[in-house]
């Protein structure tokens, strides 16, 4: 795999290669995929998917000729990719790929936990997915176009690090939709880092940005969730997200996730009648559909009256009051 940083990626030349080109057949999903590029398709670990990598070049394609990304990068996601690589490192599944510049990267990713609910347990395992949803509140990963848009930071709370109190200041990437994925920024769907302080305590510091009416601080530890599940977002690890951040701040490009509904549903009936994926024309990661057996989508007209039923159950909880650190 290519090792050129996404640094020297982002000196590379601004100008948009690909504009106007021909969406790539079904049929024949890499043709026209240069060689430089053609090396990194496959199924192994590191690799690209022909389907994932196909989709993602029409979706970039199409928006480059509707002049809405002039990015000359675009991004690629697999969920059904497992947690876990052989070497036991976070499995690479989410890609950055510069074909102007030549570069191409693999890099970890989360995808959505889910819930476990009374009417509905669609939960998804730490090492590979199957459940996925459009539904706000599912915590699940949703398949199909998006576009980057911008970014907003928040303060999440103080952790220690080298003796010292720091405050984890975390950058949120929000995502535009269309289609399935068009309640994006309703779900609050984007990219981040896959790290939180998980809150332990609250310590008197009238002078920090952050405190409270009463002079106080969250405090608690680190957690850092690195290629493991998130609440349905594009999750990086914190020197990714720092990479991907800067490629896209203020020159926004495409992101395409698989699989799509179309895709589950038709992995979904090949698992059940026992046909064979690969003459059928479908993918999925062959370890994970072992793992789970097979695929669930779960439409929002379907899931969130459920998700609203549970919340509506819920009984009420007094605000969270933190003990005084000691």
Known sequence: MQTKSLRLILAATLVAAVSGAV????????????????????????????????????????????????????LAMDATRPSTA???????????????????????????????????????????????????????????????????????????????????????????????TENARERAIGGHPAVFVKWQCRYKDPSSS?????????????????????????????????EILKLVKGNPTTLYIYPESRDISAVATAVKTGASLSQAGLYWNASCLKAIGAPIFWPKK???????????SLPKQPPLELPVCK
């Open 210 to 242: 952050h405190a409270d009416e009463e002079g106080y601080v969250p405090y608690g530890a680190l957690v850092n969730y690195t290629g493991g599940r998130s609440n349905g977002c594009t999750t990086w690890s914190q020197s990714a997200s720092e």
């Open 86 to 180: 052989p070497n036991g490192d976070p499995g690479q599944r989410f890609y950055v790929i510069c074909e102007q510049a030549k570069s191409f990267r693999a890099v970890s990713s989360g995808y959505g936990n889910g819930r476990k609910l009374k009417r509905a347990d669609f939960s998804n395992g730490r090492q590979c997915a199957r459940n996925f949803s459009n539904a706000e509140g599912s915590k699940l990963t949703m398949g199909g176009p998006y576009v980057t848009a911008e970014t907003r930071t928040s303060f999440k709370g103080y952790y220690r690090q080298s003796g010292q109190r720091r405050p984890l200041q975390r950058t949120f990437l929000l995502f535009d939709g269309e289609g399935e």
């Open 302 to 312: 379907t899931l969130q009256p459920i998700i609203n039923e549970w919340r509506r």
């Open 23 to 74: 969406p790539i057949p079904a049929k024949a999903q890499t043709s026209g995929v240069p060689p430089w590029l053609q090396k990194h398709v496959g199924t192994g670990d590191g690799q690209i998917a022909p389907v994932v990598l196909q989709r993602a070049r029409e979706l970039y394609r199409q928006k480059v000729s509707q002049r809405e990304v002039r990015n000359p990068c675009y």
